[in-house]
């Protein structure tokens, strides 16, 4: 047996699958026929089928396993079952120091590539449902209700979640968009209480939000501040459009109104409708202050890009009349004072960029630090709760980093989310494990 690269579980190899066992399965939610991917093993039939998924290893949860009446253990006996020995005994300090820095970097490492793995099945998921939105409404509102079920497994699982930026390409800007909205706004749906049906329509509405956008031109489809006023009324349309879309859908009274309150404000200047907060729906309070955040972060125009951490000052300081004030307190808490992916400036002066944020201690996040002595590659994420004598200064766009620390960051132009479990101990509710994401 070793230990998992992932989540602290032990793994244990595939062939060595015993029924009764509690194992998860680390592929995405449509990657396998079970219901959920974490369940304790109920038959020999199950473990054939899981051997069919092309794993070696599956993690597994001992204390939540039942194995007495498993048909016995084979060469594991009775007794607990063992894990590897690592040496440790005959190790001296330094070589115990460099082992638990492989080990904690082999479990970065795996930890992005599932979460980029699952990330790149929901793109996948969402663009086909995109696609039949017109000629397959009915198809197009299942596929959407399975990747928003899926979504919501994620939260499911036991443990605490995090918001993942991912390291590589996030594809088209549409896709990454609604991935986004509808990851952060599931979180917030979590955090503020939202019941199940209630946490459906929220994903399937921030799913679909702009689902009108596909009966406009494409040079109407973000706003622009040259618009003409015959121009600025074609892209409100929009809001009409994708309503009228989700109803051929069939989609329920929740998802509607997220679609078509999104674009309206709790101070009565949004549209189509110039509703006020006590008209809208909650799902559209959270949908409008994430689509906002989202929009800042990732704008048409990359020029304009605002750093995370800028565009929730901005919500705050600018917007905040806009938008319902506890659901944007609730949601500056859990993306935190500086939002995964911002540029900080650490007390002892060096650069870092955030990587990971506790909720609960907004100011002392993970960070990713800008270490010439150490590639990039093989750079550890530094927790802050950890080092009570270091904290942040300052928070920095790109262009005040200098070239080297900008380098080695590698901030990407734009930035995309995704669902992680925090791993144990890590005291995040809804926090954020992160690294900079090209679109």
């Given amino acids: 047996m070793s230990r998992d690269t992932t989540a602290h579980h032990p793994t244990v190899a595939v062939d060595a699958l015993r029924v009764g066992m509690y194992v998860h399965l680390d592929l995405g939610w449509m990657s396998h026929p079970f219901p959920r991917s974490s369940f304790r093993i109920a038959s020999a039939d ?47 300090p330094a070589q115990a120091a460099a082992r638990e820095r492989r080990e904690q970097l082999e479990r970065q490492r795996a930890a992005t590539q599932q979460c980029e793995r699952q990330y790149a099945e929901a793109a996948r998921a969402w ?98 501040d040259h618009f003409s006023s015959a121009e600025r009324a074609g892209y409100q349309e929009h809001v009409a459009a994708g309503v009228a879309h989700g109803r ?25 409708m110039r509703l006020g907060v006590d008209r809208m729906s909650l799902g559209a309070r959270i949908v409008s202050i994430v689509n906002r955040y989202d929009n800042l972060c990732n704008p048409p ?56 944020v506790n909720s609960s201690r907004p100011l002392k996040p993970r960070v990713l630090v800008h270490d010439p002595a150490v590639a990039r590659g093989d750079a550890l994420f530094l927790n802050l709760e950890e080092t009570p004598d270091l904290g942040i200064r300052r928070s920095l766009p ?25 791993p144990p101990g890590a005291g995040v509710a809804a926090g954020a494990a992160a690294q900079g994401v090209a679109a």
């Fill in 46 to 92: 199950q473990i054939a089928t899981i051997r069919t998924l092309g794993l070696s290893r599956l993690r597994w949860v001992p204390e939540k396993s039942d194995l007495h009446d498993a048909g016995g253990l084979g060469d594991w006996g009775a007794g607990p079952v063992p894990t590897d020995a690592t040496g440790a005994a005959s190790e001296n």
């Fill in 398 to 422: 790109p262009a005040r980093l200098p070239a080297a620390a900008l380098e080695y960051l590698a901030p990407r132009p734009r930035v995309s989310y995704f669902f992680e479990a925090a």
């Fill in 301 to 356: 125009v990359l020029a304009r890009a605002l750093t995370p951490h800028e565009a929730i000052s901005t919500l705050f300081a600018q917007n905040r009349d806009k938008f319902d004030a506890t659901v944007l307190s609730s949601f500056i808490r859990m993306m935190g004072v500086y939002p995964a992916g911002s540029l900080v400036q650490l007390t002892d002066d060096r650069y870092a960029m955030v990587v990971g």
């Fill in 127 to 224: 663009r086909a449902a995109h696609e039949q939105i017109a000629a397959r409404p009915e198809q197009a509102r299942r596929d959407s209700e399975a990747l928003a079920q899926g979504l919501l497994s994620k939260l499911d699982e036991s443990g605490d979640v995090c918001v993942r930026l991912l390291a590589t390409q996030a594809g088209d800007r549409a896709t990454a968009h609604a991935l986004n909205v509808a990851v952060i706004s599931l979180l917030m749906g979590r955090t503020l209480g939202m019941g199940a049906q209630d946490m459906l329509d929220l994903g399937l509405g921030a799913l679909l939000h702009d689902a009108g956008k596909i009966d406009l031109a494409e040079r109407l489809r973000h706003p622009d």
């Fill in 248 to 272: 051929r859908m069939g989609l329920s009274p929740g998802a509607l109104l997220v679609i078509a309150q999104h674009h309206e404000n709790a101070d009565g200047s949004g549209f189509p």
